[in-house]
């Protein structure tokens, strides 16, 4: 889980349900990195891993312009908020300060892990506490009804399919209070490529057609064309990452799931919604064509004369900056992914460690300085909200 970012709060609280050991001591080291002992979470829990995370939380929070996917409600505004899986608590940061511009200054937060690894975010000014548990221990430390939005981030490599999931879901559900907001964060493991010019869904908010619009990103609906990644070493990756979390019960394509899974609690919850992202991991060849056939300065007189469309190495980038690091961003999370479960990917794929070092500086090579994710690969983030009745 986030289990691995920031330092040892000083400001936390032991559940009751703990089994001892694992808690006081959960880490071993396996590989050369440290994990949590005697759990199926497939990640490492050290400073590359915890870079990772937290890399990958700005980004999320950057494409989507803010910290939640839900608008809070100035008529019942949110006091309590709880963070389930909160690693170092830096989601819990960035929503205090997303709902601090909003005005909304007397909010509490609270995050639950299995480490206390969370840092104390008191010296940010925020009103936070730490409570330490193992989600695997039902019913969670908290009262019928006590928050006003609670967050479960990340979870698809935490929390097993099946039952496991669902009594997370109904613990979340009752721990919040009636009206209140329950959310999910989450991003597949399994990267596609999204064809070109998809077209944007239908009945969105002009807002969030504008935001991806400024990040270089697109707005993922049912209808959005997608097809398997084309570069080769994602398509290695991704059969071995699915393998892998086959193996453990995980889903590596968590976000196809999660709406069906809000929605058939019909008895509790309700205003289901959602909004998912492709980000793509490099300028994309269709991008460059597009602004070429737009923009005849950017080609060759010769190729204006007979219609043809530029050359990628004439036409010039066509993103702006700002939308170049994200992108850039996004495709470091990929990578850094890959190797966080570099053990697993050569177990299920068979490489030795030779063989796999070749691969990974092959991939290297074709990512970072060939370019290689230009077909339209993506990485898909997604945010989901409902409200309790």
Not at 28 to 46: E, F, K, V
Not at 69 to 88: D, H, M, R
Not at 146 to 157: A, G, N, P, R, T
Not at 293 to 319: C, H
Request: aromatic residues 6%.
């Amino acid at each position: 889980m986030d289990a691995t970012r920031g330092s040892i709060s000083s400001t936390s609280t032991k559940s009751t349900q703990d089994d001892g050991s694992l808690l006081t001591n959960p880490f071993a080291l396996r590989h050369g990195r440290r994990y949590l002992r005697d759990l199926p979470y497939p990640l490492p829990c050290d400073l590359p891993e915890l870079q990772r995370q937290n890399l990958h939380t700005l980004l999320a929070t950057s494409v989507l312009g803010r910290a939640l996917g839900s608008t809070p409600s100035a008529k019942n505004p949110p006091t309590k908020v709880l963070e389930i899986a909160c690693g170092s608590g830096y989601w819990s940061s960035l929503c205090h300060e997303y709902l601090s511009e909003l005005g909304y200054d007397d909010v509490s937060f609270t995050g639950l892990d299995i480490v206390p690894l969370a840092g104390d975010l008191r010296r940010q000014e925020i009103d936070w506490r730490f409570v330490q548990h193992d989600l695997r221990k039902v019913p969670l430390p908290f009262d019928d009804g006590e928050f006003d939005i609670v967050v479960m981030k990340d979870l698809s490599m935490v929390v097993p399919l099946g039952s496991p999931t669902q009594r997370v879901l109904d613990e979340a559900i009752r721990i919040l209070k009636s009206g209140g907001t329950l959310e999910t964060w989450e991003s597949d493991h399994v990267i596609r490529s999204i064809l070109p010019h998809p077209p944007a869904p239908p009945g969105k908010n002009p807002e969030e057609i504008a935001c991806a619009v400024s990040t270089g990103t697109f707005l993922i609906s049912p209808g959005t064309p997608f097809t398997d990644a084309q570069n080769k070493y994602l398509q290695d990756s991704n059969s071995w990452i699915q393998d892998a979390l086959d193996r453990r019960k995980l889903s590596p394509t968590p976000c196809a799931r999660i709406s069906q899974m809000l929605l058939q609690e019909v008895e509790t919850l309700c205003d289901v919604g959602n909004r998912r992202i492709a980000i793509p991991l490099g300028e994309l060849r269709w991008e460059r064509e597009a602004a070429g056939d737009r923009n005849p300065a950017k080609r060759r007189p010769s190729e204006v004369a007979r219609g043809k469309k530029p050359s990628t190495s004439v036409a010039s980038s066509i993103l702006t900056e700002e939308q170049a690091a994200l992108r850039y961003t996004a495709l470091l999370v990929v990578i850094q992914m890959i190797e966080s479960l570099e053990p697993l990917l050569k177990e299920v794929s068979g490489k030795s460690q030779e063989e796999w070092q070749r691969w990974w500086g092959w991939m290297m090579a074709n990512l970072l300085e060939e370019k290689g994710a230009s077909s339209g690969e993506c990485l898909e983030v997604g945010v989901w909200w409902c409200r309790k009745m």
